[in-house]
């Protein structure tokens, strides 16, 4: 008897670490077949975590403009929706106001003239109701709707539920019959309106997850959503994970009889001003005298491809050392076609393991570290000369993740570089309210991979 199988789904690299080097995959009865973009050297790597039985590439996807604009049209109406229903303008700062062509110009401009006509959320969801209409005119649907009977999938998984493509997938998936899930694939992506797809389960990180689900699209069924967790958590759990710290120490050049302060980039769009933050840290431990008791470690984001960072890190080469993320990444260099190898999940863990504390501009980072009862540091002051002008620190705290928040002393504010010294040197453990968020927002995250697995066998 022919076996079932699970279509997965990986629409770009960065769902590989999260999904397929964690136990999700693992010992699974079912034929496991790839359904992807990627390039050869990527499939090895996936092979050597997951037994992978057959592997299909997604046929090419030309978005028609008629599919665009209502994309789009939509994505500003739920943002417009989003703002009212939570009291926060950060949201619309995740639509682009500022077009650099003409033709965009036009485009955009048309979309935003629209929007106002489309307030009431029962016209949002007819434009919804055009938008799946529209994309099943596209030869893409066809084209993937014939690979979808020929394979027969018991159920599509899908690792990142915004990717343009996996909206044509899942419609043609539905159509046949074939039972679809995806997760939400990071805890801000809810209120950013940027949800391709519709599916018959929505694999959610937390109760708090499922309560903004509910909120942003109501007309999703409450027994559509389950609380999985996410698997990107389990890994600190395993000790196998951590790379023996005399190795650490060495491949790094780190001080044993130092402590470490761990600095943790946010990418260029994010946090413009890093690298001045990080000239802070470093001079003000340097006038302090205090390079003798401390070094920084620093890891870049991942996709951060400037060198924004190389003039800092040169004048303060004996105070900074790099750990730079052991990601792959293609020719494009861009961020959907990079994903981490399995020794960056070992160097990430190892990072927050011997690092004292984490300092970085309102990153997930946080989250990672109190895996081990590592507090975090917020910067939360602008620099003087700006690297862009009408960014502000005050504007990431505003965005609507950071409300889950359940007291603000879950972090160290770092409100100038005044207090550098007496905030990055506090040694101790997270706070009571840093356990309680990490609680919120990571929830089930122990038991994330056997939760997903349960669900997809229930097909």
């Known amino acids: 008897m022919e076996k079932d199988k699970i279509l997965l789904l990986f629409p770009d690299g960065v769902g590989i670490r999260n999904y397929l080097y964690a136990d999700v995959f693992k010992d699974m009865k ?14 090895t790597a996936i092979k050597d975590n997951v037994l992978i039985d057959d592997e299909i590439t997604i046929p090419a996807y030309k978005e028609s403009a008629k599919e665009k604009f209502l994309r789009e049209l939509i994505c500003l109406c739920r943002l417009y929706h989003n703002t009212q229903k939570v009291k926060n303008t950060s949201l619309l700062t995740n639509w682009n106001w500022n077009q650099n062509t003409f033709s965009k110009k036009v485009f955009y401009k048309l979309i935003e003239a629209a929007a106002p006509f489309f307030k009431k959320y ?33 159920v599509v998984f899908c690792s ?3 990717a343009l493509k996996v909206a044509g997938i899942f419609a043609a998936a539905t159509d046949l019959g074939i039972k679809t899930a995806t997760v939400i694939y990071s805890w801000d992506n809810l209120p950013k309106a940027r949800m391709a797809l519709r599916a018959d389960h929505y694999l959610v990180w937390s109760d708090y997850m499922k309560a903004e689900l509910q909120l942003y699209y109501p007309e999703i069924p409450v027994k559509s959503i389950a609380v999985t967790g996410t698997p990107q958590f389990e890994f600190y759990a395993d000790e196998k994970n951590r790379i023996d ?17 761990c600095f943790s980039g946010d990418d260029t769009k994010t946090s413009p001003d890093d690298p001045a933050y990080l000239n802070d840290i470093a001079e003000e431990l340097t006038k302090a005298s205090l390079q003798d008791e401390y070094q920084i470690l620093f890891r870049r984001c991942p996709v951060d491809f400037s060198g924004r960072y190389d003039a800092v890190v040169k004048k303060y080469k004996d105070l900074i050392k790099e750990a ?11 961020w959907n076609t990079v994903y981490p190898s399995i020794e960056d999940v070992k160097l990430l863990i190892s990072s927050a393991f011997y690092s004292d504390i984490v300092v970085n501009v309102g990153s997930t980072m946080a989250f990672d570290f109190a895996m081990f009862d590592k507090p975090c540091v917020f910067i939360n002051y602008d620099q003087q000369e700006k690297k862009v002008k009408d960014w502000s620190v005050n504007m990431i705290y505003q965005f609507q993740h950071f409300k889950s928040m359940p007291d603000k002393s879950a972090v160290i504010w770092l409100n100038s570089k005044q207090e ?22 990571l929830e089930e995250y122990q038991n994330a991979s056997l939760k997903i697995k349960q669900i997809l066998k229930a097909h």
């Open 122 to 154: 029962s016209n949002i969801l007819k434009l919804e109701k055009h938008y799946q209409k529209a994309i099943r005119q596209n030869v893409f649907y066809d084209e993937v709707k014939e690979i979808l009977k020929k394979v027969q999938p018991s």
């Open 245 to 261: 710290k005399g190795t650490f120490y060495k491949r790094y050049n780190l001080d044993p009889n130092k402590k470490i302060i």
């Open 324 to 334: 730079a993320p052991l990601w792959y990444f293609n020719i494009a260099n861009e």
């Open 30 to 43: 079912e034929d496991l077949v790839l359904f992807h973009n990627f390039d050869p050297e990527t499939v």
């Open 160 to 162: 990142h539920q915004r």
């Open 420 to 441: 550098i010294v007496e905030k990055v040197t506090l040694q101790k453990n997270c706070s009571p309210a840093m356990i309680e968020w990490k609680n919120i927002v």
